[in-house]
Antibody, heavy 122, light 111 residues
Framework: EVVLVESGGGLVQPGGSLRLSCAAS????????MSWVRQAPGKGLEWVSA????????YYIDSVRGRFAVSRDNSKNTLYLQMTSLTVEDTAIYYC???????????????WGQGILVTVSS | QSVLTQPPSVSGAPGQRVTISCTGS?????????VHWYQQLPRTAPKLLIY???DRPSGVPDRFFASKSDTSASLTITGLQAEDEADYYC???????????FGGGTKVTVL
């Protein structure tokens, strides 16, 4: 059974930093791309960032590029999201999601973690 | 404003059929990108409902079916049940943005 467990969320002041982790189990972690998807309070889903299986390929939505950094440690089956220069607009539940699909245009998210809340507020 | 457009809400009585549309553009669905659908029950994480335009993961009832045509896609729920009350999101890939995008979500209410 695939299990994804996020951690590292919490309350942070504007301009602050936070690192999220996603511990994965139940599948060969290094074989799959992994993504972060967020959901602001009362809003819809927004894809944020992705890392290819080896970690060499990294992708970001424009609004976080240069502020967030995705990485993964395949020896620990863990995905990370280092978030810096946080703003109130980054307040959301952040989900870790396992990627599937043979290409970018076919990719989807077949398993999701329970999510972790990040609140940016003074 | 989302790159993929969905109606904010749809509703139906138990046993009825509802359809949710998802309209993309030449950079998403019109460019040949697949459409996938997710169900989000209240206060839970999203769950994959349909992938590759029409396929259901194991365990998803065949009451849920989807289609795609050029720039648009749709999700249909037949025999609507109280447990289907949730938010539904479509998702695809945007060649211009070079990233994955979601529709704004559709709230399904069972009357």
């Amino acid at each position: 059974e695939v299990v994804l467990v996020e951690s590292g969320g919490g309350l942070v002041q504007p301009g602050g930093s936070l690192r999220l982790s996603c511990a994965a189990s139940g599948f060969t972690f290094s074989t799959y791309a992994m993504s972060w998807v967020r959901q602001a309070p009362g809003k819809g889903l927004e894809w944020v960032s992705a890392a290819g299986g080896s970690g060499a390929s990294k992708y970001y939505i424009d609004s976080v590029r240069g502020r967030f950094a995705v990485s993964r440690d395949n020896s620990k089956n863990t995905l990370y999201l280092q978030m810096t220069s946080l703003t109130v607009e980054d307040t959301a539940i952040y989900y870790c999601a396992k990627g599937r699909g043979a290409s970018y245009s076919r990719a989807y998210f077949d398993c999701w973690g329970q999510g972790i809340l990040v609140t940016v507020s003074s | 404003q989302s790159v993929l457009t969905q109606p904010p809400s749809v509703s139906g009585a138990p046993g009825q059929r509802v359809t949710i549309s998802c309209t993309g553009s030449s950079s998403t669905t019109g460019a040949g990108s697949d459409v996938h659908w997710y169900q989000q029950l209240p206060r839970t994480a999203p769950k994959l409902l349909i992938y590759a335009n029409v396929d259901r993961p194991s365990g998803v009832p065949d009451r849920f079916f989807a289609s795609k045509s050029d720039t648009s896609a749709s999700l249909t729920i037949t025999g609507l049940q109280a447990e289907d009350e949730a938010d539904y999101y479509c998702q695809s890939y945007d060649n211009n943005l070079r990233g994955w995008v979601f529709g704004g979500g559709t709230k399904v209410t069972v009357l």
